[in-house]
């Protein structure tokens, strides 16, 4: 009987002479988690799961909410001093070059160590990233802080949710659920992160806050590494092993690239201000090379190469999403700083804390969605549905600026924003953890990290988008540039929702 590599009812055991790492022709005695109901109805391991991500979000969302500002601040205001149009070009930039390295992060799962030990070292990039930012100075600490953070952080996200959809077979009914209560972990993270950087970034400095977030990711590791043998033996199954010596190709690729990208810098053709245009050029590129791959390779079989063909359009609807909600980091940071009243009472809150209300409702939503789908089962939506429902519901967000648009001055209500985030939120509910589950059960078995690479490409290259669209932004012409946005995200989603049936059966049994 041929084994399958990432299989919870068929894992992979420790071959001692490959140093504990499992490839493709290991034997395994055996382990399932269809008993395991220890966690809220889950695996165990799913506990250690949620405590990583959530401080590695900690760190991550703490140091993204108070960054745009570290890089447009006047020097005097401890920032430095760049155009507002460079400022938000680089954060969708890093945005989207985040989840680029997620395609980095799963070759090196697949292909090297495993998705455990990419877990693992990448949460240890991810905290140097954040102590380089706290410690080196002006664009230096920029350049290297966001370099590694970004590496780090793709890295942990795949590996991170692959070894989630090792806890659940194929067609486990709990995994939309136990990927919704790994995504309360994000956003619990994501909530308290901008809170506290943000607190100390408006009392003691930018460097404060960095800092903060390094010791975040610092105690995301110390946890996760007390919990490593509750994991399943699915976590360190090296799926496709490179033969030995073949590294030297994928490392001529890379050192190739940085050459490239260097001289582009130099010459002024890669600019702070085209950076995210640049940055969402290639990430479509790899994409579409991706899907190539996962449509031709003679691992894939029939069934399926029906399930990617069906993931296309929902990935087109993922890439939709995320340009808009991303925008929370550059058009929606702009918005709070010049247009929203951030007066209560007598006392100013600080700017940073609207990037932890999105997170806030998505903690009390994750538990409600979890439950929801659980006892709807077989009669919940169908999962292109949930994806149209997600497009649409980020398109109504953006329209419901519009009462307020043609303003000056600080004079949106602070009510206004957070009715705007409760919708944000209620539209990631209906997206983004459902499309975690759905990478991991889509793909073919031959590429299961590569498949969930691909759904954080279209995180990476809305991302990207996010900082490009930005620059459109403008206080004076607000109302277009939402009602634009607004009204042609309900029309993608409605396009979904038509498709829905074809996708459906497209998906071969995947629900």
Request: proline residues 6%; aromatic residues 10%; hydrophobic residues 50%.
């Amino acid at each position: 009987m041929t084994t399958t590599p990432g299989n919870p009812d068929d894992p992979k055991a420790v071959d001692p002479a490959d140093g504990g790492v499992r490839t493709a022709d290991t034997p395994d005695p055996g382990q399932d988690f269809s008993a395991d109901r220890r966690f809220f109805g889950h695996p165990l391991a799913l506990a250690n799961l949620f405590s990583v991500e959530l401080w590695e979000r900690f760190s991550f969302y703490g140091m993204q909410a108070v960054m745009a500002y570290y890089l447009y601040y006047s020097l005097a205001e401890g920032g430095l001093g760049l155009p507002e149009e460079a400022a938000t070009s680089i954060i969708g930039a890093y945005g989207g070059m985040v989840y680029l390295a997620c395609v980095g992060g799963a070759w090196v799962a697949d292909r090297l160590l495993g998705a455990e030990r990419t877990l693992f070292f990448s949460a240890c990039t991810v905290m140097l990233g954040h102590i380089a930012l706290a410690l080196i100075p002006g664009l230096g600490g920029v350049v290297v802080g966001l370099l590694l953070v970004a590496l780090g952080s793709g890295g942990v996200k795949t590996s991170a949710t692959t070894v989630v959809g090792s806890l659940y077979r194929r067609d486990d009914p709990r995994c939309d659920a136990g990927f919704s209560i790994f995504y309360m972990g994000v956003n619990i993270g994501a909530l308290v992160g901008p809170l506290l950087t943000g607190l100390a970034q408006t009392t003691i400095g930018f460097h404060w806050a960095f800092g903060l977030a390094a010791i975040g990711m610092a105690l995301g590791l110390g946890i996760y590494v007390t919990g490593r043998k509750n994991l399943p033996a699915t976590a360190n199954v090296v799926p496709n092993p490179l033969p030995a010596g073949a590294w030297q190709r994928p490392a001529g690729i890379v050192v190739a690239a940085a050459v490239v990208v260097v001289l582009l810098f130099v010459s002024g053709v890669l600019t702070a201000e085209n950076l995210s245009t640049a940055v969402a050029i290639v990430v479509a590129l790899i994409a579409i090379g991706l899907f190539a791959l996962l449509l031709s390779s003679p691992k894939v079989t029939a069934d399926e190469r029906s399930r990617v063909r069906s993931f296309i359009p929902m990935w087109l609807a993922s890439v939709v999403f995320w340009s808009l909600f991303q925008q929370q980091f550059t058009v929606v940071t702009l918005y709070t700083d010049v247009r929203l009243d951030r007066m209560l009472g007598g006392w100013e809150m600080p700017i940073a804390w609207v990037n932890s209300l999105e997170p806030f409702f998505v903690i009390i939503l994750a538990p409600l969605f979890a439950v929801l789908w659980t006892k709807l089962g077989e009669r919940a939506p169908s999962t292109p549905v949930k994806f149209a429902i997600g497009a649409g519901g980020m398109g109504v967000a953006f329209l419901l600026f519009l009462p307020w648009a043609g303003g000056t001055g600080n004079t949106t209500p602070v009510l206004a924003i957070v009715l705007i985030m409760l919708v944000f939120a209620l539209a990631e509910m209906n997206l983004s953890p459902v499309g975690l589950s759905l990478s991991t059960r889509i793909g073919p078995e031959a590429f299961r990290s590569q498949s969930v690479a691909l759904f954080y490409l279209s995180v990476s290259l809305g991302s990207a988008l996010a900082g490009t669209m930005a620059g459109f932004y403008d206080p004076a012409t607000e109302g277009t540039y939402f009602s634009v946005i607004g009204i042609a995200a309900l029309v993608l989603g409605g396009v979904l929702l038509a498709l829905a049936p074809w996708v459906k059966r497209a998906m071969r049994g995947v629900r």
